[in-house]
T-cell receptor, first 111, second 113 residues
Framework: GQQVMQIPQYQHVQEGEDFTTYCNSS?????IQWYKQRPGGHPVFLIQ?????EVKKQKRLTFQFGEAKKNSSLHITATQTTDVGTYFC???????????FGTGTKLQVIP | DTEVTQTPKHLVMGMTNKKSLKCEQH?????MYWYKQKAKKPPELMFV???????INESVPSRFSPECPNSSLLNLHLHALQPEDSALYLC????????????FGPGTRLTVL
C-alpha cells in the first residue's frame, strides 16, 4: 500500500533557528497537504499543494512540492515557541482514493 | 459555523460496554471521516463517508460500527472493545471528497479498561 515517510522524526532547535521537515511518498501523489498538531490538540490544516514544483509561502513557512510529485518539504524561518508541535504531511493518491498521513516530525523550540 | 464538534471529550468504558461517539459539522461538507490516533503516531484512517454513504472501510474490526444518519452527523458505535483500542478518536470533514482539505474535530479520548 501507499506509504508516506517524514524525516526527521524529532527536531530540537533554538528559538530563531530555521527548521525543515521532509516528506516522501512511495507513490506519485495528486496533492499533498500539511497539518500541524499542537501537544494535546488535533491536526489543523496548513496548506495544500497540487502542482509539480509548486512553492507556497505563509509568513515564515515555505512549502514545496517536488517535481515528480512524490516528495514535499516544509521550511520554517526563524522559529518561535509558538511553532512547537508535530507537523504531518498527508498525501492524496487518486489510485488509492484516500489521504495517507506521514509519520510526522515533532518540533521542539528551546527559548 | 466553521468547526467540527465531537462528544464526549473523554470516555472510559469497560470491555463489555456499548457506547457511541458523536461528530457534527454544519459547513455543508460532503465527506466525513473517522481516524484513530495512538500516542506519538499519525492519525490512522478508519472510515470515510462520502455523500452519506460508506466509501472506505480500512479493514476495521466489527466492534467499531460507523453510522451517518445525515450529511451533518457521524457516529461511531463501540462494542466489546479491547484495552488496545484506547486512543484519541478524531472526526474530520472535507468540502468535496477524499482528497480535499480536512477539518478535524478536537477528538474523543477513549480509555478501555
Amino acid at each position: 500500500g501507499q506509504q508516506v515517510m517524514q524525516i526527521p522524526q524529532y527536531q530540537h532547535v533554538q528559538e530563531g533557528e530555521d527548521f525543515t521537515t521532509y516528506c516522501n511518498s512511495s507513490t506519485t501523489l495528486s496533492n499533498i497537504q500539511w497539518y500541524k498538531q499542537r501537544p494535546g490538540g488535533h491536526p489543523v490544516f496548513l496548506i495544500q499543494l497540487v502542482k509539480s514544483g509548486e512553492v507556497k509561502k505563509q509568513k515564515r513557512l515555505t512549502f514545496q512540492f517536488g517535481e515528480a510529485k512524490k516528495n514535499s518539504s516544509l521550511h520554517i524561518t526563524a522559529t518561535q515557541t509558538t511553532d512547537v508541535g508535530t507537523y504531518f504531511c498527508a498525501g492524496y493518491s487518486g489510485g488509492y482514493q484516500k489521504v495517507t498521513f506521514g509519520t510526522g516530525t515533532k518540533l521542539q523550540v528551546i527559548p | 459555523d466553521t468547526e467540527v464538534t465531537q462528544t464526549p471529550k473523554h470516555l472510559v468504558m469497560g470491555m463489555t460496554n456499548k457506547k457511541s461517539l458523536k461528530c457534527e459539522q454544519h459547513m455543508g461538507h460532503r465527506a466525513m471521516y473517522w481516524y484513530k490516533q495512538k500516542a506519538k503516531k499519525p492519525p490512522e484512517l478508519m472510515f470515510v463517508y462520502s455523500y452519506e454513504k460508506l466509501s472506505i472501510n480500512e479493514s476495521v474490526p466489527s466492534r467499531f460500527s460507523p453510522e451517518c444518519p445525515n450529511s451533518s452527523l457521524l457516529n461511531l458505535h463501540l462494542h466489546a472493545l479491547q484495552p488496545e483500542d484506547s486512543a484519541l478518536y478524531l472526526c474530520a470533514s472535507s468540502p468535496a471528497g477524499e482528497g480535499d482539505t480536512q477539518y478535524f474535530g478536537p477528538g474523543t479520548r477513549l480509555t478501555v479498561l
